[in-house]
């Protein structure tokens, strides 16, 4: 079954902050040398690519408590900590350190506060007082005591993207000093202690989640979205594995899209084609769906973002701004619920909600993360696409980057129209360590190393093309 929408300090170096305010796993390939610039970057790109990292990186210094670590949803005061973006933030770290931001040692500190937190943060079936149960951690939690928040639920996926950045932490941090160790022995913990098997709820594909209140969900993480990295990582466990035959339960619901004559497996919004793709360089690896169309899954997001950008230019709703240099349709914030009228017609427009093509809602509201997070697939749309809305919407930039969406179909104060004031942890995560994985491939070359995603893969029956 198809799940639902998916909800998704330190001092910095100030000239840094002051800018604008290679392998792939089981298919080996050179890391470029030569950086940024030969990949067709010049030196403004550079700089507009180094403010976005400070600006994004910073989320994750100034929304994390300095005690445990547990990083916030959103960039509001009273917003609960999200494990997924707990996830970003251990994974942001290091490129704190590539970049010149924070010292190794300061990086290290910081993620020993935050594995230290998760390992002693209360697990158990009851409903208040906890964190989570059988290794997996509730989708939201209270970022000082760990406690569940808003009776939501056990979340299979969140707990997945922050076993990504654990175990990035655990690749990443290979010193023998006792930081580092101790980092690396952690976060062997955590992720031996996940249950992937018992999140399946005895069904043949892993459950959305779990509450006490009413046991598993009724719907399952079946292809294609952002669960890749969910059954890899449970595939790959030495302790609680996904059985045999699991990735091809997930596969076995792929909906191509025609793609402009590029087909690609089909999911309305761009983060389905991003979050897994953030710890996992899938360029060369294909499975049967893939190999049917004959291309890899790096190359099945291109296509996808490809074609975000042709339904933006062809924009079929006509609404106000899409170009090609205004695009990208994903989950986000929206002005709604509210009509508003464009060209003569009244539309309806969503609060947050999932936006995307292939039948997915479209109410006029691009999110920046959208776009930005698709550059190590197509950079020849995003950097373009950066550029211009660094010279010509400028309101689309804040204190951590790009804001969560705009909707230029609602009267505004600039030609952005409504702009959604926030920030999301799982919108300024990808779009930093995306760039940084087009920019160096940190984050793909450190999680190449990981026996457990190599294991993971290779049970899935992922193979170079």
């Given amino acids: 079954t198809a799940p639902p929408m998916h909800v998704k300090t330190l001092s910095v170096v100030s000239a840094v902050l002051a800018c604008l305010s290679c392998t792939p796993l089981l298919a080996q390939s050179q890391a470029n040398p030569q950086g940024a610039r030969a990949q067709g970057v010049d030196e403004g790109d550079t700089a507009l690519l180094e403010g976005l990292q400070a600006d994004t990186f910073r989320y994750f210094v100034e929304q994390s408590s300095p005690r445990t670590g547990m990083t916030r949803d959103r960039s509001t005061a009273d917003s609960p900590a999200s494990v997924a973006a707990v996830g970003f933030a251990l994974s942001a770290y290091p490129v704190g350190v590539k970049r010149g931001y924070v010292t190794r040692e300061q990086a290290a500190a910081y993620t020993l506060r935050t594995l230290r937190f998760l ?9 208040t007082g906890v964190a989570g149960y059988r290794g997996l951690f509730y989708h939201f939690i209270d970022p000082e005591t760990g406690a569940r928040a808003w009776k939501c639920e056990l979340s299979t996926i969140d707990t997945a993207l922050l076993m990504a950045g654990v175990l990035f932490a655990q690749q990443y941090y290979t010193a023998a000093s006792p930081a580092e160790t101790e980092i690396r022995q952690l976060a062997d913990k955590l992720y031996r202690r996940v249950d992937w098997a018992w999140s399946m709820g005895g069904a043949p594909k892993v459950n959305l989640g ?32 996904l059985p045999d035959g699991t990735w091809k339960q997930w596969a076995a619901s792929y909906k191509t899209s025609p793609g402009n004559g590029a087909p690609f497996v089909a999911f309305g919004p761009l983060f389905g084609h991003q979050y897994s793709h953030v710890w996992v360089d899938f360029k060369g690896l294909a499975d ?42 994903t989950a986000c914030d929206g002005p709604g619920p509210l009509k508003v009228v464009v060209n003569g017609t009244s539309r309806d427009l ?116």
């Avoid at 390992?119 to 409903?127: L, T």
């Avoid at 804001?403 to 409504?418: H, L, R």
């Fill in 288 to 329: 049967p769906a893939m190999a049917t169309l004959g291309i890899d899954y790096f190359e099945n997001s291109r296509r996808a973002t490809l074609a975000h950008q042709a339904y933006a230019i062809a924009n079929p709703k006509g609404w106000t701004g899409y170009s090609a240099l205004n695009w990208g349709l």
């Fill in 350 to 465: 969503l609060g947050y909600s999932e936006r995307g093509i292939d039948n997915t809602p479209d109410d006029g509201t691009i999110a920046p993360t959208a776009a930005l997070g698709s550059l190590p697939f197509a950079p020849e749309l995003v950097l373009p696409t950066l550029r211009h809305w660094r010279q010509n919407q400028p309101e689309l930039f804040g204190r951590y980057g790009p804001y969560d969406s705009f909707n230029a179909s609602v009267p505004g104060p600039t030609k952005s129209g409504w702009v959604d004031k926030d920030f999301l942890g799982i919108d300024q995560g990808p779009i930093l360590l995306m760039t940084e994985n087009y920019r160096s491939r940190l984050v793909w070359d450190a999680m190449r190393q990981s026996p457990y995603l190599r294991r993971g893969i290779t049970r899935a029956g992922l193979v170079a093309r």
């Fill in 210 to 241: 779990w509450s006490p209140e009413s046991g598993f969900m009724p719907y399952h993480w079946g292809g294609y979205n952002e669960g890749m990295i969910l059954y890899l990582l449970g595939l790959g466990s030495p302790t609680f594995p």
């Fill in 119 to 127: 390992w002693q943060a209360p697990q158990g079936p009851g409903a």
